[in-house]
């Protein structure tokens, strides 16, 4: 008996060893294939990435895009449908306002979604041209009645009040500790007020409150030059891109800053203040030059954030057909890769079938494979405006509502009804 026991030991012995070498060279292989700068070869000539040259012109064409402010009633089956399924949920979302944001649980922590003013005004503006008459004059009452308390370029946030957004239990779910580290500033909403304003009519609200407007874009402007000026722009493979986490968000940075712009030359020209542009058009080129030149490098550049498409988080339909214009066919082929050349989960469309799915499995995040609102809207704007498809292909991908007032819901809607009148733009 005793000799038994110690060959069991023995064996045990061995396995624990070998499971303890294993555990160690498993641990060393995901740390170093998950940080980049590890990984890298500091003695690589690392390549130069091309730079992308944007002209006047088509500075100019970027400033010229929009959705157009009104619509026709849909007569096709897709449209109907999409029609319905849009006033509907806006309808339900009217009567349950105020909604508290919502949060998604993750290894991380809790994500955020829907908890800015700028995400509410943005999200139900652009949909007015396609509410039905009486519901239209409900949303614009109720966005009336918020811009006063909460503007979008007011630099507020939401807080986990009202009529919840997600089933679980806040008191049990909840972390305050990560809700703190959600910030916003009150340039980023300059788009969604002119959206308010346009979409809106509401030029006398832009026309009234213009010093305020102007007062918040020139302020920043020292922001978005000390931004340009932060990185090495020209080397996108140097090592300086992975030695701080905070450029993995950097596509959703520019592609915010660049929607700040637009939005404000455009509330100039609608409040007749066209020279307070002047110094905002060279910062608004230069950004797009820099956003036209990391989609170059796209097929290396989504580390740290692996398994997220920062690349179009912010996205609007101006900044969207403009890449598409640059550089559609490496976003296209990009996203239809079957090769991953990380060894981290990526969200795309060749090797995640169901990203569209409602709280479906979709990246590898904090040690969680799922999904929240973004990742999915980043998507499906993709699918829009660089693989163009049809109504039909997009409305199934709308899938159903997260939650109650989902916003990105109402967005993939009101894109899908767009595509289905003919992909028309504003004249």
Not at 221 to 232: I, Q, R
Request: aromatic share 12%; hydrophobic share 40%.
């Amino acid at each position: 008996m005793k000799t038994v026991n110690s060959e069991k030991l023995a064996v045990v012995s061995k396995f624990n060893r070998f499971f303890f070498v294993s555990s160690c060279l498993c641990a060393i292989y995901i740390f170093m294939g998950s940080n980049s700068l590890l990984a890298a070869d500091k003695n690589k000539d690392y390549p130069k990435s091309v730079l992308v040259e944007v002209s006047d012109t088509e500075l100019q064409e970027v400033l010229k895009i929009s959705l157009p402010k009104t619509a026709l009633a849909p007569s096709d089956p897709v449209g109907k449908a999409s029609s319905e399924d849009l006033n509907s949920h806006v309808s339900q979302m009217i009567g349950k306002w105020p909604l508290s944001p919502l949060f998604t649980m993750t290894g991380g922590g809790n994500v955020f979604s829907f908890w800015t003013p700028r995400e509410l005004f943005y999200s139900l503006s652009m949909a007015l041209p396609y509410l039905k008459p009486e519901l239209r004059k409900k949303v614009l009452e109720l966005l009336d009645a918020e811009i006063a308390k909460n503007s979008p370029i007011s630099g507020t946030r939401y807080e986990m009040e009202g009529n919840l957004r997600h089933s679980q239990s806040v008191k049990e779910c909840f972390t305050p500790e990560k809700y703190k580290d959600y910030k916003t500033q009150d340039w980023e909403g300059l788009y969604a007020l002119w959206a308010y304003c346009n979409y809106g009519d509401r030029k006398d609200y832009a026309v009234k409150n213009w010093q305020a407007i102007k007062s918040v874009c020139d302020a920043s402007l020292s922001s978005h030059n000390e931004f340009l000026n932060k990185y090495e722009w020209q080397n996108f493979d140097n090592p300086q891109w992975y030695r701080n986490a905070s450029v993995g968000r950097l596509p959703a940075d520019l592609n915010l800053r660049i929607s700040s712009l637009v939005g404000f030359i455009r509330l100039t020209e609608m409040a007749g203040k066209k020279t307070d542009a002047e110094k905002a058009l060279p910062i608004l080129k230069s950004m797009l030059a820099k956003r036209a030149g990391l989609v170059v490098k796209l097929s290396t550049y989504y580390l740290p954030f692996g398994g997220e498409p920062v690349q179009w988080y912010e996205m609007i339909p101006e900044l969207a057909i403009f890449l598409d214009k640059k550089s559609g066919a490496q976003i296209n082929d990009f996203f239809s890769s079957t090769e991953a050349s990380t060894k981290r989960t990526i969200n795309s469309f060749a090797r995640n079938n169901f990203w569209f799915l409602t709280r479906g499995e979709g990246q590898m995040f904090a040690e969680n494979s799922l999904n929240w609102p973004e990742p999915v809207l980043a998507l499906f704007k993709i699918r829009c405006f660089v693989y163009k498809d049809d109504a039909k292909t997009l409305y199934r991908y709308s899938d159903m509502p997260w939650c109650p007032g989902d916003l990105s819901y109402i967005e993939k809607l009101t894109l899908t009804l767009w595509v289905a009148e003919g992909r028309k733009l504003a004249q």
